[in-house]
């Protein structure tokens, strides 16, 4: 039926624009890690552990998930009811997804942890002095 392959195209554009989404953010935490590794074998060199280096990454990503939330419910949540208000032909009431929002939130946040956390296990385990000389040739 018409109704069922529209729906079916919905998931399938949903589910490329997250991957896209997930691209684009392990891409730049890879740049972010690889452009910072001058200052994590700075870092490093006055006595800070891979590990702290791993929380730190970790924090990072927390912020950049935590603030991502902020500014959607900021500028999504108007968006969104204005937007089904001006588009509301049968009169239907405005329900906030409560469940499923915080679930997306979830995700988000898990998502971005864990992409951090793998873009730096595959991160180059050079030595400090060999990363220290990188930038000097």
Do not use: H, W
């Amino acid at each position: 039926t018409p109704s069922n392959s529209s729906a079916a195209s919905d998931v399938y554009k949903r589910q490329i624009i997250m991957l896209l989404a997930i691209l684009n953010y392990s891409n730049m935490m890879s740049e972010s890690i690889q452009n910072r590794s001058k200052e994590f074998a700075i870092l490093e060199s006055i006595g800070m552990t891979r590990k702290q280096i791993k929380k730190m990454i970790v924090f990072e990503s927390l912020g950049y998930s935590v603030l991502s939330i902020f500014i959607a419910l900021i500028l999504g949540l108007p968006a969104s009811y204005l937007i089904f208000t001006n588009f509301n032909v049968y009169r239907i009431p405005y329900v906030f997804p409560v469940i499923k929002t915080l679930l997306l939130f979830i995700t988000i946040i898990i998502v971005c942890v864990v992409t951090s956390l793998f873009v730096f296990s595959k991160s180059k385990s050079e030595t400090i002095i060999e990363l220290l000389r990188k930038d000097e040739a």
